[in-house]
């Protein structure tokens, strides 16, 4: 069990996670954080479940949340564009990333644009939701999935041969509120950074902790496919790719599966 007084207690944030709304079992918390943002839930605001019925990734795809795992989504208000969602999921990534680094001393990864790995495993997604005013940003949500306190044949076999948990790496339970506490207070600082205008400072820690680039990698966005090398992140969060014939192309949304992995 996630014990809210403890995370309550051990709390070092200004306003992320200091509103905190627990639940047992959920369909998904980034659904129940944007019904709660509809209705004028301030920035910071958390929704944090045991059990997601219905965790969702990116284009709806199935997000496996069984108990033992945080899932948890904030509701965020900056004054942004719309395109700038990208730039929270990063942020977000290296908040997660430096967590890890620091509570186990991991060397974890980040893979564009949403994934955590540890030992090239994905043990965390995110996925960030917006809702907008035109073209600027009303709220964003931002939910994460950090496999934490659970046995990897939680997981489908298939699911298994990608994903990793903190539980199967350490071979122990995790303390989960000490986690959530980092992870929040990580995200907090990092956040904070991004509504300076410091972006690029971000992304400096991020291209450290990307262990992807320089790599020969596949992108597949939509119905299209490339193979390149993952050379650069523009200032905005795109990712370059050098395809084989030399041609410089900017991805902002598909998945990158490395080669040779
Ligand atoms: C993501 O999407 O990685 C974003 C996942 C975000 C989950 C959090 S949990 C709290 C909040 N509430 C929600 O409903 N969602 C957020 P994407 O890059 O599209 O990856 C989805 C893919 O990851 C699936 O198609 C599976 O292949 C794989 N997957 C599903 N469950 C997993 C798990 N627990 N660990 C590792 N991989 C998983």
């Known amino acids: 069990m996630i014990r809210i007084e403890k995370i ?3 709390l070092e944030t ?6 905190i709304h627990y639940f047992q079992k959920l369909s998904s918390t980034n659904t129940v954080a944007k019904e709660q943002a509809e209705k004028g839930a301030k920035e910071g605001t958390t929704i944090v479940a045991e059990v997601q019925t219905q965790g969702r990734g990116r284009l709806s795809r199935p997000w496996v949340s069984p108990k033992g795992g945080v899932w948890l989504s904030i509701i965020l208000r900056p004054k942004v564009k719309a395109e700038d969602a990208l730039k929270i999921t990063l942020t977000t990534a290296v908040a997660v990333a430096k967590t890890l680094r620091s509570l186990y001393g991991w060397k974890a990864e980040i893979k564009w644009p949403n994934d955590v790995l540890i ?3 994905k043990v965390c997604g995110i996925l960030t939701e917006a809702s907008l005013n035109g073209k600027t940003v009303n709220f964003l949500v931002v939910g994460i999935g950090l496999n934490a306190n659970f046995a990897l ?3 489908s076999e298939n699911l298994q041969k990608t994903a990793t948990t903190l539980k199967e790496v350490l071979k122990k339970n995790v303390d989960i509120e ?3 506490c980092t992870l929040l207070k990580e995200f907090e600082d990092c956040y904070k950074l991004f509504k300076e205008g410091k972006f690029v400072k971000l992304l400096s820690e991020w291209c450290q902790m990307a262990g992807f680039l320089g790599k020969k990698v596949e992108i597949t966005s939509f119905m299209e496919r490339w ?10 969060g795109a990712l370059i790719v050098e395809l084989e014939n030399g041609e410089r192309k900017k991805v902002l949304s598909g998945d990158v599966t490395i080669q040779g992995a």
């Open 153 to 155: 044949k939680s997981l």
């Open 119 to 121: 030992r090239k495993k």
């Open 178 to 180: 000490k986690l959530i």
């Open 8 to 10: 309550m207690s051990l």
């Open 14 to 19: 200004e306003y992320v996670g200091r509103e």
């Open 227 to 236: 193979v390149g090398k993952a050379v650069d992140i523009d200032e905005n």
